[in-house]
């Protein structure tokens, strides 16, 4: 029998009694973590935190969404070019920020060394929430963009399902037959497949940088058995191994452990605790490198709130994306708005507003960072193919 959605909120013990099937349904489906006492180790894991319902989003929205993906995409490709823009952009961080500098640093080095690669991979995640407009309605704002390491698409490749159980179990079988299908992972792959692909080195590996203490472990691996199915083969290794065994040829070839590496995938590096001094080093020599990197440094640097605060600037869009008024409409209809809270009369104002209307701010930790430029225009393209996937499963209303 079919349950109300009121009474069903108001009854605990059915409440509970649906979280422990939930729970059972998504340690059966894969959504898996390592657990925080031993996250080294798959030898006893736990399920990954999840919502018990699936979130409501409305189809206009979510279409929105899809829309506007690949001008994000062809943003942060002309952002990472754009050595003058991330300079100026950046320059007040990079005199507050060491993580920053580092990043920026090695950046310069590698546009002065000369930039060796000549395929660019983006694997971009766009953040959102709605905003209720005063009329009732629902708006889509970005709340930030990540351009590196960006995670859970392997879960949530693997989440609809333990969605639709749920509602299978309260009877709601007309609602669970909404929740759309999603394969992230999958998307992810292509991505890098085709990244691999175009860099020409049948027996070059996939080289995934990977933190020693991986609690999510399965959220990679899923995008590890991808690419093995199509016979892509992944090598796990941590910034140390990269100090200690890695190498360039002449030509500025990649080799791990004498393996040859076609595409190199953050899954590290995006903190400043992720750094010691021989990660640094084993930075930079990854950066030099002709492999494809997810991201390469400049990208990374694309993605900082600095970068996307400045992005929100009248005028400036159309200057990033001369001649694509669409586009940049349809971008500038997502932006939330975000604040400076440097020294001087700007940061000021924006504090000043803050406390006169609190309910109407966000405040979120900066990781900052940029410069670069000649790329190869299939970048855009490659960032395509995986962003499409990356929504999280939706109710299409």
Same mark, same amino acid.
């Given at each position: 029998?079919? !349950? ?20 059972? &349904? ?5 959504? @898996? ?15 990954? +935190?999840?919502?018990?319902? +699936? ?6 929205? @979510?279409? =929105? ?14 952002? /990472? ?7 100026? !952009?950046?320059?007040?961080?990079? %005199? ?12 310069? =080095? ?7 690669? !000549? ?52 009877? $709601? ?20 497949? %085709? ?31 991808? @690419? ?41 590096? *995006?903190?400043? /605790?992720? *750094? ?18 997810? +991201? ?12 996307? =605060? ?13 001649? =694509? ?49 000649? $790329? ?8 395509? @193919? ?5 929504? &999280? ?5």
């Amino acid at each position: 029998m079919a !349950t109300g959605w009121g009474s069903l909120l108001q009854d605990e013990q059915q409440l509970e009694e649906l979280a422990r099937q939930a729970v059972d &349904r998504a340690l059966a489906e894969g959504v @898996l973590l390592r657990t925080s006492q031993e996250p080294s180790s798959s030898d006893v894991v736990s399920y990954a +935190p999840f919502t018990l319902f +699936p979130s409501l989003v409305p189809s206009a929205l @979510l279409e =929105q969404a899809y829309a506007v993906q690949m001008d994000f995409n062809l943003l942060v490709d002309a952002v /990472s070019q754009n050595a003058a823009f991330l300079e100026q !952009t950046l320059s007040s961080t990079i %005199k507050r920020d060491n993580f920053t500098a580092h990043l920026f640093d090695i950046h310069k =080095q590698v546009l002065k060394e000369g930039i060796a690669q !000549t395929v660019f991979l983006g694997l971009n995640r766009s953040d959102y929430m709605f905003q209720r407009n005063a009329d009732g309605s629902a708006a889509l704002k970005q709340i930030e963009i990540n351009t590196i390491s960006a995670s859970f698409g392997g879960l949530a490749s693997r989440t609809p399902a333990v969605h639709r159980h749920v509602l299978n179990v309260l009877g $709601k079988t007309k609602e669970a037959a909404k929740i759309l299908s999603n394969n992230p992972s999958k998307g992810l792959a292509m991505g890098i497949a %085709k990244a691999w692909e175009l860099y020409g080195s049948a027996n070059a590996r996939v080289l995934l940088i990977a933190q020693e203490k991986e609690r999510n472990i399965f959220d990679q691996r899923a995008i590890e058995n991808e @690419l093995l199915a199509r016979n892509i083969h992944v090598i796990r290794r941590k910034f140390e191994d990269v100090s200690e065994k890695g190498s360039l040829d002449q030509d500025r070839r990649l080799f791990m452990d004498d393996q040859e590496v076609a595409v190199v995938y953050f899954r590290d590096g *995006y903190m400043p /605790s992720h *750094y010691s001094l021989q990660n640094w080093g084993a930075r930079l020599l990854l950066e030099r490198s002709c492999a494809v990197k997810c +991201p390469d440094i400049a990208t990374q640097l694309a993605g900082t709130k600095k970068v996307q =605060q400045e992005l929100s600037r009248s005028g400036m869009l159309e200057v990033l994306l001369p001649g =694509q008024p669409e586009a940049v409409a349809r971008l500038r209809a997502t932006f939330a708005g975000l604040y400076s809270l440097d020294m001087g009369e700007e940061g000021d104002q924006a504090i000043t507003e803050a406390i006169a209307a609190p309910s109407c701010f966000v405040l979120k930790p900066q990781r900052e960072g940029g410069v670069n430029e000649a $790329k190869d225009p299939r970048s855009a393209h490659l960032t395509r @193919l995986s962003n499409e996937a990356q929504m &999280r499963s939706a109710l299409k209303l």
